[in-house]
């Protein structure tokens, strides 16, 4: 007589892709659809992938995949700073490109980029915060590191707000905000450092 177990015993599965079995010792499998499980003496639990029941499964993701492609350039930015290490040299924590950076993303039309590419030895782009447009991609080229300034100043919401630890509500500007400007992106194989993990330029007491 089979066991009289109801979690078990003439269980019946319309999604087979499991097979439940509790002892080795198995009076009847079926690989079916649906499947009809006999068992008894039933002791330790093994979830087995019959395939016998391959037949049973339908593909359930039909859609054609295609990968992004930059959009057309409305500008490219060479570089005009090189990395020292994985950081930049300290006499340029203050050769800014966020101005430049900015002023190409205003000026470009929806549906285009703008390139941060590498210039020989020139690999490195420094910048605060920077703003998206909508349909504006940003694309860091392979072999450019973006530079966040480690100068809290730049990031201020309001004077003194950012670069302070306190209960107040967040006070810096993110580095790159997409605030309003829908269709917009980062793009490239290029790298953006944060450089959270490196001390802030704060002025000397």
């Not at 008894?40 to 019959?50: A, N, S, T, Y």
């Not at 002023?103 to 039309?109: E, L, M, N, S, V």
């Not at 793009?187 to 007491?205: A, H, S, V």
Request: aromatic share 4%; charged share 25%; glycine share 8%.
């Amino acid at each position: 007589m089979a066991a009289s177990l109801p979690w078990v015993s003439k269980a019946r599965s319309r999604s087979p892709i499991f097979v439940v079995i509790l002892h080795p010792e198995i009076r009847a499998v079926r690989p079916k659809c649906p499947v009809k499980i006999e068992a008894m003496r039933l002791r330790f639990v093994l979830f087995l992938l019959v395939p016998g029941l391959a037949s049973c499964l339908t593909a359930q993701d039909t859609r054609t995949v295609i990968e992004p492609l930059f959009p057309p350039l409305c500008a490219r930015l060479d570089a005009q700073l090189e990395s020292s290490g994985q950081s930049l040299a300290r006499a340029d924590e203050q050769k800014l490109d966020t101005a430049r950076i900015q002023r190409a993303i205003d000026r470009c039309g929806k549906g285009r980029a703008v390139m941060l590419h590498v210039d020989e030895e020139k690999n490195a782009f420094l910048t605060g915060p920077l703003q998206l447009r909508t349909d504006v991609t940003l694309i860091v080229d392979l072999g450019v590191t973006v530079y966040a300034s480690r100068d809290p100043r730049l990031y201020d919401i309001t004077p003194g707000s950012c670069g302070v630890v306190n209960d107040t509500p967040p006070g810096c500007k993110p580095l790159i905000s997409v605030d309003h400007a829908p269709d917009s992106g980062i793009m490239g194989d290029g790298t953006i450092d944060g450089r959270g993990g490196e001390t802030l330029l704060l002025p000397q007491r």
